[in-house]
Nanobody, 123 residues
Framework: GQLAESGGGSQEVGGSLTLSCVPN????????MAWFRQGPGGWREGVAA?????HPNYAASVQGRGAISRDRTRMTLQINNLKVEDTATYFC????????????????????WGQGTQVTVSS
C-alpha cells in the first residue's frame, strides 16, 4: 500500500504504544499526515495530525497523552497512559492536496490511507 503502518498489538492499561507510518509510494512529502482510529462498530475518529513544519493537533481524547512526530521517512504516534477505550484499529492518513488547517482531524481531507493496525488495551 501507499502507507504502511506498524506497531499495533496488545497493550496493558497504563502502558504506552508507538505506531509508525511510512509513506511508501507517495511521490512527494504530504502536506498533512494524521492518525485516525475506529473502534468496534464505531466511527473513524481523528486522533492527531501534523503538518510539514511539525505542528501537531490532538483530539481531546489523547490531549496530554499523545505525541505525534514526522520526518522525511516516517510519521510516528506515541500514546502514553493507555486506557481501555484506546482499543481500536488505527489508520495512517496523508493529504497531498491540502495543508492541515482547521480540519486536520476530519477524514474528508485525506486522499491516502493505510490498511490499519489493531491496538487492543486490556487491564
Amino acid at each position: 500500500g501507499q502507507l504502511a503502518e506498524s506497531g499495533g498489538g496488545s497493550q496493558e492499561v497504563g502502558g504506552s504504544l508507538t505506531l509508525s507510518c511510512v509513506p511508501n509510494t507517495i511521490p512527494r512529502q504530504p502536506h498533512c499526515m494524521a492518525w485516525f482510529r475506529q473502534g468496534p462498530g464505531g466511527w473513524r475518529e481523528g486522533v492527531a495530525a501534523i503538518d510539514l513544519d511539525g505542528h501537531p493537533n490532538y483530539a481531546a481524547s489523547v490531549q496530554g497523552r499523545g505525541a505525534i512526530s514526522r520526518d522525511r521517512t516516517r510519521m510516528t504516534l506515541q500514546i502514553n497512559n493507555l486506557k481501555v477505550e484506546d482499543t481500536a484499529t488505527y489508520f495512517c492518513a496523508a493529504s497531498s492536496l491540502v495543508s492541515c488547517g482547521m480540519n486536520s482531524l476530519s477524514n474528508r481531507q485525506y486522499n491516502f490511507w493505510g490498511q490499519g493496525t489493531q491496538v487492543t488495551v486490556s487491564s
